[in-house]
Every structure is written in C-alpha cells, then in structure tokens.
C-alpha cells in the first residue's frame, strides 16, 4: 500500500442485485490507480465467483435489506478509517443506510433502489421488478433473471450484442426478499428500506441516475434527492444522457468513474 493509499479513506463498493462484487473489478483497478485502497463488499450467501454463486444459488435465498446491510456494515468496521461507499441499485440503498448510520464518511448511489420516503413505482420499475414480485412465493426464493428480462432492467440502453456479453458474464441469481420490502415500503412505518434522511452530521452523498433506466427511473432518484430535503448535509445529483441500469459494468463505466473520482476529490477526499 502507498502512502497516498494509507492517508486516504479506503473505498468500499456495494453491488445490487443479480450482480456479484466481481462487476467491480474494473472500479477497483480504477481507483487504485488513483491512490485509492480498494475493495468490493459481499453479500451473505455470495459465493467466491459469479459463475460459482449461479451454481450455489440456494445460498442467497432469503436475506432481506437489514441483514444485507448488517452483514456490510460487519465488513466495513474492520476497516481503519471510515470508507467511501459506492453503491449499485439496492447496493445504492445500502450505502445510504450505511452512511445515515455513520457508518461511512461519504457515498455515491448509483441508480439506488427507492428508499422509504420515495412514494413513485413508474411502469417501468414494476415491469423490471415483476419477474420477483409476479409470484409471492419468491419472497424466500433466489430469483435468476432471463435474457430478455435482464435486457429490459440492465442493458436496454446498449447494443445488442454488448446485451448478450453482459448477461453471460454478470447475471446471477438474487435474494427475492429486498424487492418485497421495497414494494411494500410505503405501507410499512418500519420498512427495512428505511434510512436516516434526516441526518445532519453525516457524509456527503451524490446520487446517481441513468437517463433511460427501465429499473430505476431517474424520477425515483430526483424523489429520493428531495426526500433528503431536510436535512443540512451534502447530498447532489447527477443524471448520466443514454445511460441504463448496466451504466455500471458497460463499456461506458468509465464515464461514471471519472466523475465519481471528480467529485470525491472535490470534496477532500
């Protein structure tokens, strides 16, 4: 480790669903470039690989939003320092649970699962969802996503063939569990997607959004932005123009990561 990586808050990345922390790899290279310490966080039942947690899928089956975020937060305290969370989807949930408990010392949520407090469910969100939610009994299953599916929720902003690369190399099975809480989040005053929005002592925040994001429209950030209205602490928005739900392990991620490196820079980071 060089010095620069030693001084600096070490950055931690969150995947979401049907991803593996492998998707991160190219981040991680990324910002060690940078000088940044660099690592990728599990999930519980997560397997060493991709290929290996499609193979043992029965392992993720059941875990919900609060012992996902539990089992990071385990993983994050070992750490000398605070990190920097960077987060995918319901990986960009977690991080703002993680940093509403301070837990961290910034984070970017990149196209997050909606946080309670953000009311809107676009068409668009319950068709990418609908695989899960379609079938009550997938509450406690692992769900894997077809081609198609995963065309229409991840990589509908991308050429065809990149589509296909993608889901062969990426797509794995996910607990059903963190859909549902999402889903039923306005109903539940103790919905595991709750987080501290109302946090003034906390870190910076910058939420992303992919413009055309079939999975996570960028009302539900633009929502999730005003629902931090109260509180005095950092949080800023940015919206990426073509951009999908794969905007973190396409060929564009770079995009993303220069800006994210940009911003965490601007910040004292």
Do not use: C
């Amino acid at each position: 480790m060089s010095a620069s990586q030693a001084t600096r808050n070490p950055i931690v990345f969150v995947h979401g669903l049907w991803l593996h922390a492998e998707s991160w790899r190219n981040w991680i290279e990324f910002f060690h470039e940078h000088g940044y310490q660099a690592v990728a966080a599990s999930w519980p039942g997560d397997s060493e690989t991709t290929e290996s947690t499609r193979r043992n899928a029965d392992a993720v089956a059941g875990y919900g939003v609060s012992e996902i975020a539990d089992h990071i937060a385990n993983q994050i305290k070992t750490l000398k320092q605070k990190p920097i969370l960077i987060g995918h989807s319901f990986g960009g949930l977690l991080v703002q649970n993680l940093l509403g408990r301070e837990l961290a010392a910034a984070a970017v949520a990149i196209d997050p699962a909606p946080v309670k407090g953000v009311p809107e469910l676009p068409l668009s969100a319950l068709k990418s969802s609908f695989p899960v939610l379609g079938n009550p009994f997938n509450l406690n299953r692992a769900i894997s996503l077809t081609e198609p599916q995963f065309r229409f929720g991840f990589t509908n902003a991308v050429p065809e063939q990149e589509a296909k690369e993608l889901y062969a190399k990426y797509a794995m099975p996910a607990p059903g569990r963190p859909l549902f809480q999402a889903a039923t989040a306005t109903f539940n005053p103790n919905s595991a997607t709750k987080v501290n929005l109302a946090n003034t002592t906390r870190g910076p925040l910058l939420l992303i959004s992919g413009a055309e994001d079939n999975t996570v429209p960028p009302v539900l950030v633009k929502s999730a932005l005003k629902a931090y209205g109260k509180s005095s602490a950092v949080t800023e928005f940015k919206e990426f123009a073509g951009r999908g739900h794969s905007l973190t392990i396409d060929s564009g991620w770079r995009e993303l990561a220069d800006y994210i490196l940009g911003w965490l820079n601007a910040k004292g980071f």
